[in-house]
């Protein structure tokens, strides 16, 4: 069975950092292009950072030069490191697979984070 699961999420306090993976499962990770997207209450889901299978990164404005993705093939997992935190990053944080080969497009069930005093 194809699957994406999140984990990091937490409290944190302003200032602070997070590390995010994204673990997959019934599927090679290196063959996707992999994105986390976050959505806060009220708002529309926005990109966050994604990185292609060819290991290209891109950010969304809000976030660079403070949050990095990465990739390892060996655990097939991709992560988030979210350094600077601001009340404004508070959101549900959402994996993404996307393989347009095979028109495949996976998502994972979220892991929420707080940033917050």
């Known amino acids: 069975q194809v699957q994406l699961v999140e984990s990091g999420g937490g409290l944190v306090q302003p200032g602070g950092s997070l590390r995010l993976s994204c673990a997959a499962s019934?599927?090679?990770?290196?063959?996707?292009?992999v994105g986390w997207y976050r959505q806060a209450p009220g708002k529309q889901r926005e990109l966050v950072a994604v990185?292609?299978?060819?290991?290209?990164?891109t950010y969304g404005d809000s976030v660079k030069g403070r949050f990095t993705i990465s990739r390892d093939s060996a655990k097939n997992t991709v992560y988030l490191q979210m350094n600077s935190l601001k009340p404004e990053d508070t959101a549900v944080y959402s994996c993404n697979a996307k393989r347009s080969d095979f028109n495949l497009d996976i998502w994972g069930q979220g892991t929420q984070v707080m940033v917050s005093s």
């Open positions: 019934g599927m090679t990770f290196g063959f996707y292009t």
């Open positions: 990185i292609t299978d060819g290991g290209r990164t």
